[in-house]
């Protein structure tokens, strides 16, 4: 005779390392030549408003919905400041997996990717070129302590398609 306990599914309680990580969106990256265009439909039409920013040696703005900084604007003398000129960096997405895991799964496929590091904070930021040129930023707790594979100055912000 079979018991009602044969019948149900055996499940096992996944490990902490067995569990997916979980992903949730971070931001846009835009490069701007002026940032009238932005502001008119961010923080005009959108309701965005500007906030913290780190230390970056570059300049921009961030800015946000809320808590979240949404929206990570740019300044880039090369595009035209008298059209407003914009361009489309990145999209961002952060998760609590360590940038060590990140960093050895991608070093497991055929993908490009380079790391560098948020000034005056814990966070690694991974990018990710997908082909095509599509750029993935994961934003991720640096546990890895090693250098940058691309580092922030004046004239040179988060990693672009041709950076890789």
Do not use: C
């Not at 949404?70 to 952060?94: K, M, T, W, Y």
């Amino acid at each position: 005779m079979i018991t009602h306990s044969l019948l149900q599914p055996q499940v096992q309680a996944a490990t902490i390392d067995d569990a997916p990580p979980v992903w949730r969106f971070d931001h846009v990256s835009v490069s701007m030549g002026a940032d009238h265009a932005l502001r008119t439909l961010f923080e005009g039409v959108m309701g965005l408003e500007t906030g913290f920013r780190p230390p970056f040696p570059f300049s921009g703005r961030w800015l946000y919905e809320g808590e979240q900084a949404v929206v990570h604007a740019i300044d880039d003398a090369s595009l035209s400041a008298e059209a407003g000129a914009l361009r489309f960096n990145h999209v961002a997405f952060a998760s609590t997996q360590s940038a060590s895991k990140v960093i050895t799964q991608l070093q497991r496929t055929a993908l490009q990717f380079k790391v560098a590091r948020i000034p005056a904070d814990n966070i690694a930021q991974i990018f990710v070129q997908l082909p095509g040129g599509f750029v993935v930023e994961l934003d991720v707790p640096d546990d890895t302590g090693g250098p940058a594979s691309h580092v922030y100055s004046a004239t040179q912000g988060a990693p672009a398609a041709g950076d890789f």
